[in-house]
T-cell receptor, first 111, second 115 residues
Framework: AQSVAQPEDQVNVAEGNPLTVKCTYS??????LFWYVQYPNRGLQFLLK??????LVKGSYGFEAEFNKSQTSFHLKKPSALVSDSALYFC?????????FGTGTRLTIIP | DTEVTQTPKHLVMGMTNKKSLKCEQH?????MYWYKQKAKKPPELMFV???????INESVPSRFSPECPNSSLLNLHLHALQPEDSALYLC??????????????FGSGTRLTVV
């Protein structure tokens, strides 16, 4: 079975603080994992992906994600949040020939 | 060109109308997808085209009719829609299907309102 879970519907972070958006996965075989960001009334923008190799993946706009096989997690992180990071974030995993999305996390950066 | 272009950006249609959504990419991708996204929900897969042939139909009602005239173009024909079909319709492409590690490129979507 292939599934991706985002346990937090909403995350609030003060500007300048580090941020984490959580994602856990359940897949058979090697996981292909992705993070996308969506701004209001816009499509999905690719941030980063994990395929294999280093557990720390660096992506667009200063975001990075840490793949943890033992905890089956793929949390999105950024060292210093910007107000412009406020958006809806989706974790996704590829399996059974399809891309499966988590339910999304609304990230709000407070000035 | 690294984009997926969708037109129109917004569409309002009556329940008896016929309209079409258009999606175009020039990245040489051979797989194209339609997703439906309701407000504050994740995208849901509707159709997958691989090498211009329909490979996956996620039990979508027949009032939605996809078409892939060539490898760069994907259409979604709409007829006799219901208000509950109002949503953001996203097009995506990938190098091949299944995409696996290649990932997907998404368009900005068409915001559809059925009245």
């Amino acid at each position: 079975a292939q599934s991706v879970a985002q346990p937090e519907d909403q995350v609030n972070v003060a500007e300048g603080n580090p941020l984490t958006v959580k994602c856990t996965y359940s897949v058979s075989g090697n996981p292909y994992l992705f993070w996308y960001v969506q701004y209001p009334n816009r499509g999905l923008q690719f941030l980063l992906k994990y395929i294999t190799g280093d557990n720390l993946v660096k992506g667009s706009y200063g975001f990075e994600a840490e793949f943890n096989k033992s905890q089956t997690s793929f949390h999105l992180k950024k060292p210093s949040a910007l107000v412009s990071d406020s958006a809806l974030y989706f974790c996704a995993g590829f399996g059974n020939e399809k891309l499966t999305f988590g339910t999304g996390t609304r990230l709000t950066i407070i000035p | 060109d690294t984009e997926v272009t969708q037109t129109p950006k917004h569409l309002v249609m009556g329940m008896t109308n016929k309209k079409s959504l258009k999606c175009e990419q020039h990245m040489g991708h051979r797989a194209m997808y339609w997703y439906k996204q309701k407000a504050k929900k994740p995208p849901e897969l509707m159709f997958v085209y691989s090498y211009e042939k329909l490979s996956i139909n996620e039990s979508v009602p027949s009032r939605f009719s996809p078409e892939c005239p060539n490898s760069s173009l994907l259409n979604l024909h709409l007829h006799a829609l219901q208000p509950e079909d109002s949503a953001l319709y996203l097009c995506a492409s990938s190098q091949v299907a299944p995409a696996g590690s290649y990932g997907y490129t998404f368009g900005s979507g068409t915001r559809l309102t059925v009245v």
